[in-house]
T-cell receptor
Framework: GNSVTQMEGPVTLSEEAFLTINCTYT??????LFWYVQYPGEGLQLLLKATKADDKGSNKGFEATYRKETTSFHLEKGSVQVSDSAVYFCALSSNTGKLIFGQGTTLQVKP | SAVISQKPSRDICQRGTSLTIQCQVDSQVTMMFWYRQQPGQSLTLIAT?????????ESGFVIDKFPISRPNLTFSTLTVSNMSPEDSSIYLC???????????FGPGTRLLVL
């Protein structure tokens, strides 16, 4: 069946460090892939998405590339800020339209 | 995108009581969903709210415990019935819209059951 696996957290970085959060998936067909972010005390916000292989989603300095050959959608940012501290969820859209979420990765950025 | 509001934003309830959560969207959408996020956990889909027919529940969730209404294409309610402390969670409404069928989420309702 469909599934999403994210690297375990928490991930703790200093401000301006490079961020990578790994995400791999298992799916039939060609799902759309998403990163959502949940800031403390808030709901989920769509961060970026990619709908087909080799697409790159980007937003607010974050990027992720849909890699079909490695079934991955790793999230990257060149220089994190304290305000990026949040929980990040990788997700795929199954062929029934339902979202399948990874377990979430907590990012803590220290000044 | 879609603008989604939920009421209440948070509540503290006594066990054995019920709470109805409202979800309002700023545009007509076909697909609306209800999710649960238990403390420190990821999101679990409770059900798909269908307009004009009964909701479609995921495994482990039943209508008697989580009745859902969907009277039109912009509004839905989720009731958490006969609550117990295990129901303490964030409940999120979500809609799927747009040319690429992206899902957007409401701000969530934070429920604490004592």
């Amino acid at each position: 069946g469909n599934s999403v696996t994210q690297m375990e957290g928490p991930v703790t970085l200093s401000e301006e460090a490079f961020l990578t959060i790994n995400c791999t998936y298992t799916a039939t067909g060609y799902p759309s892939l998403f990163w959502y972010v949940q800031y403390p005390g808030e709901g989920l916000q769509l961060l970026l998405k990619a709908t087909k292989a080799d697409d790159k989603g980007s937003n607010k300095g974050f990027e992720a590339t849909y890699r079909k050959e490695t079934t991955s959608f790793h999230l990257e940012k060149g220089s994190v800020q304290v305000s990026d501290s949040a929980v990040y969820f990788c997700a795929l859209s199954s062929n029934t339209g339902k979202l399948i979420f990874g377990q979430g990765t907590t990012l803590q950025v220290k000044p | 995108s879609a603008v989604i509001s939920q009421k209440p934003s948070r509540d503290i309830c006594q066990r054995g009581t019920s709470l109805t959560i409202q979800c309002q969207v700023d545009s007509q959408v076909t697909m609306m969903f209800w999710y649960r996020q238990q403390p420190g956990q990821s999101l679990t889909l409770i059900a798909t709210a269908n307009q004009g027919s009964e909701a479609t529940y995921e495994s482990g969730f039943v209508i008697d415990k989580f009745p859902i209404s969907r009277p039109n294409l912009t509004f839905s309610t989720l009731t958490v019935s006969n609550m117990s402390p295990e129901d303490s969670s964030i409940y999120l409404c979500s809609v799927r819209t747009g040319a690429q069928e992206t899902q957007y989420f409401g701000p969530g309702t934070r429920l604490l059951v004592l």
